[in-house]
């Protein structure tokens, strides 16, 4: 038997050298690998690092990995970790595999990831750690001293403050750690806590609880119940990977991606979500070209207007996303509220009025230069401008009217705009030229109807 | 006279409304009103009030309040913050007003704030606060409680660890402020400290540190210059805001905005930077229409082209953009290095592929129902197919060129996309019916190149 083991390349590999790897290289290591090494890598090293490299794993990429884990190990790994880094891998097991993983995890352990489940993982019960000391105020520091003592092997989330809470648990007042070095042994914590104490609910979104980190830098906040208990603490490092992920998701959003794809996803797990939004966006596409469609005839005579249909439709569609962005980054850093969209839409539809005559002048002047017909510069300087216009409009009431309707602003935003953009357009540009083309009956038919007209 | 001041709104209304904000608060509501009106605000109230709200300004935000500041109040307000607060507002203002205002600041506090601004604001120096304590490995734990006790009022950033020094300023240590709490008082700093300790250099880039902290979830790290010794701490709290900064200068600009437009910066300030992008997007998009240009003639014979030509691009486009979105931020959260730039190509060229199939297939087969011609349908395909690959190769290629000329790997790289793709497309589609319009001369051409060819 032993010969064979020798034999086996796997098993001689020395494991001196991932024993040496801090966790976090291990993790990034064993990410890099197909989730069969990785698993047997993970059931060969040392229980406490194999635990310590699972806890720095990015959850979303491993699901592979953690499908490959036979439970017993996966078990008693997640055992080790802090509940909430536990919670965040058992997240994404089936429903089922998540039940028998959990059942072999002590009880303890076990109940307190099951109650981290049960908040939306983009939710502040979601991003928060229930490992924290909480103080009473009767208690004087020096009994504190000996109780956190007591507790010193606990890993918990402190973040600098530890918080004060009454016989029902509840939330009454906050002390930093720098107190407790500071005053006298012998003051109660009531005395000297703050009452206070900022604070976030557990079902708030996690993206306004980005927007509070962010303007008034907490190192930690705590997360209270609607009954006022508290339920665990948010630190800033781990809001830090909630702005990541919260901008990832806008940026992939708007173009048509899931919002959770990453350069290294592999190509079977993208394929799917892409071509739904390619075939979507396919839609939009022969929404543009029905518009070109309507004027084949005008473009049979005047084949030079296919030459500035990119021009028409690359300028607005740029334009459009430019504000779009702009609306879309301001909603998620929280700096315009709701009353604020007529200011913005006043700004931008300056902005495109303003651009829209510079660009379209400057196409026009071009254009006419280029083709040597006037006309055919003023129907694209026209179109341009209003297609700047409606650009300006669109990457506004878009967001806007996708949160409206309690649907996240950024979700393909950026291709209904373009399809704005490309409709109407070619709708100005050909339908300008068409007016231009057939302006003899354009007037005959407006004097018909307006008999005054002078001749 | 006193009358007279009745006469005056401004004077009149009563500053208790405000008295009774909070700094956050007061601040928001000052960033909104016209700058001189701000100013006179800012100078009724009481000065800390005052400072606490200009300490919560979005600097960047503020500069037409900044340059409405007489300066001898700007000068006591900054000498009331935070070094590292006042560093980020008076980084905004003109060289010459800067020292100015600088003059009229407390000598120790102008020389801690001069010290910061030697730093580039996206470096750990920009972002650092230096306000900070180091205990000495030689002192018990009972005399740093003692000169903690001491340095009580100071406001430091000790983000629950502090740092360690030896004579020379070096660092060579940290302890937990919990172990300042837990461990017995005779103890010295030296024998609980822990020597290995995470820290960035003081020119290390902001967004690198953003993705160390977002690997290993730091509470903060300290700053150290190149000689080792330390001068400042980066907390948790301000990397949240350095995330969000960069994710929004990603976001601008790809797509050709500043990096630093909000949607209520003033439509003047946001003019001109658009406009240049516009221009230079408008260069690009005369690449696109060269290209039709080029093929003028072939849309005269075979008008229904003109109707394809917003598919072909806007498919492409999307897709090239979807790529893109993943590549470039990928590279800002630091999940791929130099060496994974292959693999990601073969993930998107195997995705552009597969996609370009089936939304080749797709469009081929609309386009025959619709037009029926068989002969159009595939030429669509054909075309639509060879343009998801070269979105897929732009997509990836263009963030890894301009990083590798350390250009921001962001910067224009959704209209650099776009136009290869709008480039790419028409040449491919109308090139590819080209042929088939003359295809007797074609056949014929090659024939005579190739004698051994069939009849």
Redesign the interface.
């Known amino acids: 038997m032993a010969t064979e083991h020798k034999s086996n390349p796997t098993e001689v590999k020395p494991l001196g050298k991932y024993e040496a790897m801090n966790a976090?290289d291990l993790a990034g290591h064993i990410q890099r690998l197909p989730p069969e090494e990785a698993s047997t890598l993970l059931a060969r090293l040392p229980e406490s690092q194999a635990a310590d490299a699972l806890a720095?794993l990015d959850a979303e990429h491993s699901i592979d990995l953690l499908d490959a884990l036979p439970s017993p190990l996966l078990s008693s790994l997640l055992g080790l970790l802090a509940p909430n880094r536990a919670a965040d891998l058992i997240g994404y097991l089936h429903p089922a595999r998540r039940r028998e993983v959990l059942s072999a995890v002590p009880a303890e352990t076990s109940a307190s990831i099951a109650a981290l489940l049960r908040y939306p993982v983009d939710s502040a019960g979601g991003i928060m750690s229930n490992r924290f000391i909480a103080l009473q105020a009767d208690q004087t520091i020096e009994e504190c001293?000996h109780m956190?003592?007591a507790r010193?092997k606990e890993e918990t989330e402190?973040?600098?403050y530890l918080y004060v809470t009454d016989a029902q648990k509840k939330l009454v007042g906050v002390v930093s750690?720098?107190d407790?070095?500071?005053r006298k042994p012998d003051r109660r914590i009531g005395e000297i806590m703050s009452r206070e104490v900022a604070h976030v609910q557990v079902d708030d979104d996690q993206e306004k609880i980005?927007q509070l980190?962010?303007?008034?830098?907490?190192?930690g906040l705590p997360v209270l119940e609607h009954d006022g208990t508290i339920v665990g603490v948010v630190?800033?490092?781990?809001?830090?990977?909630v702005?990541?992920e919260e901008?990832?998701e806008?940026?992939?959003l708007?173009?048509?991606?899931s919002g959770e794809?990453?350069?290294?996803?592999?190509?079977r797990r993208?394929?799917k979500p892409?071509?739904l939004?390619?075939?979507i966006?396919?839609v939009?596409?022969?929404a543009?070209?029905?518009v070109?469609?309507l004027f084949?005839s005008t473009?049979?005579q005047w084949?030079?207007?296919?030459?500035?249909?990119?021009?028409i439709?690359?300028?607005g569609?740029?334009?459009g996303?430019?504000t779009l962005?702009?609306?879309?980054?301001?909603m998620a850093?929280g700096?315009?509220s709701a009353g604020?969209g007529k200011?913005?839409l006043f700004?931008e539809l300056?902005?495109g009025l303003?651009?829209g005559l510079?660009?379209g002048l400057?196409?026009g002047t071009?254009c006419f230069i280029w083709k040597g017909s006037f006309v055919l510069g003023v129907v694209v300087a026209a179109a341009m401008l209003l297609n700047m216009l409606a650009a300006a409009l669109s990457g506004v009431l878009v967001p806007y009217g996708l949160r409206a309707l309690r649907i996240d602003p950024a979700l393909a935003s950026?291709?209904i705009v373009?399809t704005v953009t490309?409709v109407a357009g070619?709708f100005f540009f050909l339908g300008l030229a068409t007016l231009v083309l057939h302006w003899h009956s354009v007037a005959g038919f407006l004097k018909s109807w307006v008999p005054l007209l002078p001749n």
Do not use: C
């Open positions: 976090t720095e001293h956190l003592r010193e402190d973040v600098a750690l720098r407790l070095v500071f980005a980190f962010e303007r008034h830098h907490y190192l630190p800033a490092s781990e809001v830090i990977d702005v990541q901008a990832t806008d940026m992939q708007m173009v048509g991606l794809e990453h350069a290294l996803t592999p190509w993208s394929f892409r071509l939004w390619l075939n966006n396919l939009t596409a022969f543009a070209a029905s070109v469609n084949e473009i049979a084949t030079v207007l296919a030459v500035f249909l990119p021009i439709a690359g300028q569609g740029n334009a996303i430019q962005t702009v609306i879309i980054r301001a850093t700096e315009v604020d200011k913005a700004k300056i902005l303003l651009n510079a660009i400057a196409v071009l950026s291709i373009t490309d070619f």
